[in-house]
């Protein structure tokens, strides 16, 4: 069986290529141009140059591959270029759905998130509820949503497509870094000593990458499948990122609007030196509506498991200081 991934240079595809390598089989990885292939150079994998914005290059990706994850997306909070986002996480999930039902893949996991679902506060919902993102102006989560409308309407045509939602990932091998590995970055290396009021969802990396592979095997198609671990107040949340680095935990709330002028500022800031924000407005108002979910619908139909989220925050602090980042 030969499988592609495209967005394996990414965090979570990085380390589905990983489970794939391990479990055999033939893999293929579709890399974009420039791409930073460090955490794929020592493995056992064939490469392809494609990119999302460029059906054509898919199209040749896809012959002959048996399986797809579709990882790839334009992951951030930050908006530089709006369009962007739905040129990729939009319009380019459609070309890749396109390209595979072309070359009769026989079944295709679509990497999503928890931001396509939506957020109620301190109770833990499922796949089922409303999404209600629109108006935070995040078009990274509003972008996923109209994403997992393709997939959903590819699945209808035949496709055999499954969408997973994962929740807020950390853990090894977050290179880049991610917007989440920044922020446990900035708390493990005691730069932020205030707190928001928020809720999140916390689950390590390879308990995703495994949840791909389960979803790949076992999962319904044109159905949604929530993989997450722990559900935290922002508070306890980074008071165990601090506990895993040494250092004590952030001991002052900081006020709804006083998070919201200073993301604005940091914003600013982010506009000249080009590095994502420390926190910005989107964020801040997603963590205000609040993330927390129950897996259970992964947990009973797919067989998905999540370790502790003290004990993934602790491997995503131990990879950052073993790299250097720390």
């Given at each position: 069986m030969k499988t592609l991934v495209i967005g394996?240079?990414?965090?979570?595809?990085?380390?589905?290529?990983?489970?794939?390598?391990?479990?055999?089989?033939e893999v293929r990885i579709a890399v974009r141009s420039g791409s930073d292939t460090r955490g794929l150079d020592d493995l056992d994998v064939e490469r392809v140059g494609a990119d999302l914005r460029d059906i054509d290059s898919l199209r040749t990706a896809l012959r002959g591959c048996d399986r797809l994850f579709l990882t790839a997306a334009l992951f951030s909070h930050w908006a530089r270029d709006v369009d962007a986002f739905y040129e990729v996480n939009v319009t380019g999930t459609r070309h890749a759905l396109?390209?595979?039902?072309?070359?009769?893949?026989?079944?295709?996991?679509?990497?999503?998130?928890?931001?396509?679902?939506?957020?109620?506060?301190?109770?833990?919902?499922?796949?089922?509820?409303?999404?209600?993102?629109?108006?935070?102006?995040?078009?990274?989560?509003?972008?996923?949503?109209?994403?997992?409308?393709?997939?959903?309407?590819?699945?209808?045509r035949g496709l055999a497509v499954v969408i997973v939602n994962p929740t807020l990932v950390v853990g090894p091998g977050d290179r880049r870094p991610t917007s989440s590995g920044q922020l446990v970055l900035e708390v493990a290396g005691g730069k932020l000593p205030v707190y928001t009021q928020g809720w999140v969802n916390v689950v390590d990396v390879d308990d995703v990458a495994a949840g791909h592979l389960l979803a790949a095997e076992r999962g319904r198609v044109g159905e949604r499948y929530l993989l997450g671990g722990t559900n935290l107040t922002v508070k306890e949340y980074f008071g165990l990122i601090a506990e895993a680095a040494g250092r004590r935990p952030?001991?002052?709330?900081?006020?709804?609007?006083t998070a919201v002028a200073l993301a604005h500022g940091f914003e600013a800031v982010s506009r000249f030196t080009k590095r994502h924000p420390t926190a910005t407005v989107s964020e801040v108002k997603i963590g205000r509506l609040g993330e927390w979910y129950n897996s259970d619908k992964a947990q009973r139909e797919l067989d998905f498991t999540a370790r502790p989220a003290a004990e993934a925050i602790q491997r995503s602090v131990t990879w950052f200081k073993d790299e250097g980042y720390l």
């Open positions: 394996a240079t990414g965090f979570i595809g990085s380390a589905i290529t990983r489970h794939l390598v391990d479990e055999g089989g396109q390209a595979a039902l072309e070359a009769d893949v026989s079944k295709i996991v679509y990497t999503s998130t928890n931001n396509a679902i939506g957020a109620y506060g301190p109770t833990a919902v499922d796949e089922e509820v409303v999404f209600n993102y629109w108006n935070t102006g995040d078009h990274y989560s509003i972008s996923k949503y109209l994403g997992e409308v393709e997939a959903t309407r590819f699945a209808a952030p001991r002052v709330r900081l006020p709804y609007r």
